[in-house]
């Protein structure tokens, strides 16, 4: 299998509305970048194109790769799949709204060059975004829950942006229990007590309306179960890692 430089995982739930532009978007940030890259599409049980469009993307550029689940999976899980597809020396993914603009995925690797393991990029709300404030508040006190629980110098661990050494990452995909947005912080958390460096850069989050395109969560309900996530990965940590 020959290695390239990078690896995009881009997990898809219903973004027929999205997906042909942004993937273009991330494709001239990284062709700009000079890297040998590919774009990793998993897309996760849609009901409305997105796999047709996906596989016409895929067979249009030999840089694209399709994987089309006919079962929901999740979110966490089709980045995890995505992963161990993979074939770049650094591996990641990025959320398809680009609420956290591409050209984050060249910075998180260009660090990964430099010695990190993992990189992730911490959230910074553009002032102007007023109507962001709830959201705002809940990622708040989210991230303070967090540290006071685990007490590791990580700030923001759901931003849907992440990008690690792929031999020191995929080892560690069988330990992360959760198949879906909780992924993103149990796979930073159990990365850290696994020894890996991980570095987090900032980063301007947008507020990127698109039409014909719905959320995927309640932002209120999905704090609250994350709340109980934590606790119950908080006890798991505490039994496997609690001589360190």
């Not at 973004?15 to 998993?42: F, G």
């Not at 629980?149 to 931003?159: G, H, N, Q, S």
């Amino acid at each position: 299998m020959s290695k390239i430089d990078l690896s995009v995982v881009l997990p898809c739930y219903n973004e027929a509305a999205i997906l042909e532009k942004n993937v273009n978007i991330i494709m001239k940030v990284l062709d700009k970048a000079r890297l040998s890259y590919e774009i990793i599409i998993t897309e996760d049980g849609s009901k409305d194109g997105t796999d047709i469009i996906a596989k016409r993307l895929s067979k249009e550029n030999d840089k694209i790769q399709f994987f089309h689940f006919h079962k929901r999976l999740g979110r966490g899980r089709a980045v995890a799949n995505g992963f161990k597809k993979a074939r770049g020396e650094v591996v990641g993914f990025i959320d398809l709204d680009l609420q956290t603009p591409p050209e984050y995925i060249v910075k998180c690797y260009n660090e990964i060059k430099k010695g990190a393991d993992g990189v992730e990029p911490i959230r910074y709300y553009r002032e102007e975004y007023h109507f962001f404030f709830i959201r705002l508040v809940l990622s708040i006190a989210y991230r303070s829950l967090f540290k006071r629980m685990f007490k590791i110098k990580l700030e923001d661990t759901l931003a849907g942006c992440k990008f690690f050494k792929r031999d020191k990452i995929l080892p560690i995909l069988s330990k992360v229990k959760d198949n879906h947005w909780f992924w993103d912080t149990e796979i930073m958390v159990i990365a850290y007590y696994e020894g890996l460096e991980l570095k987090e850069i900032p980063s301007v989050f947008l507020n990127i309306e698109y039409k014909n395109r719905k959320s995927k969560a309640s932002v209120i309900t999905s704090t609250f179960d994350l709340f109980f996530d934590l606790l119950e990965l908080r006890k798991r940590v505490k039994r496997i890692y609690r001589k360190r």
